[in-house]
């Protein structure tokens, strides 16, 4: 079983970024497809991108395609999400999400965080 715990949300102006952290503990994160999600009240939990267990291999929702990166360290037990040019209509609670295989779809992730809040000002 593996803990995941999201940092780095907040309150920024649109064109502004944020990087979000994910923290692993308990069994090796380089173990699990790693995924970055997102929800807005009402709403069903959005894939945002996910990365391979070697970091080899990323997957973007075209929301997110050229301003968001994803990465991992494996010596650190972390994955980050790296968001560029925010618009209002990010504004969503994040979550990280640590799968078996790869996969778009939410209900493949077996572990997820607590998630944090990004804020897009207009």
């Known amino acids: 079983q593996v803990q995941l715990q999201e940092s780095g949300g907040g309150l920024v102006q649109a064109g502004g970024s944020l990087r979000l952290s994910c923290a692993a503990s308990?069994?090796?994160?380089?173990?699990?497809?790693m995924g970055w999600f997102r929800q807005v009240p009402g709403k069903e939990r959005e894939f945002v991108t996910a990365i391979s267990r070697s970091g080899a291999d990323t997957y973007y929702a075209d929301s997110g395609k050229g301003r968001f990166t994803i990465s991992r360290d494996n010596a650190k037990n972390t994955v980050y999400l790296q968001m560029n040019s925010l618009k209002p209509e990010d504004t969503a609670v994040y979550y990280c999400?640590?799968?078996?295989?790869?996969?778009?779809?939410?209900?493949?992730?077996?572990?997820w965080g607590q998630g944090t809040q990004v804020t897009v000002s207009s």
């Open positions: 999400a640590a799968a078996q295989r790869t996969s778009l779809r939410h209900v493949d992730y077996d572990y």
């Open positions: 308990g069994r090796i994160l380089s173990s699990y497809v």
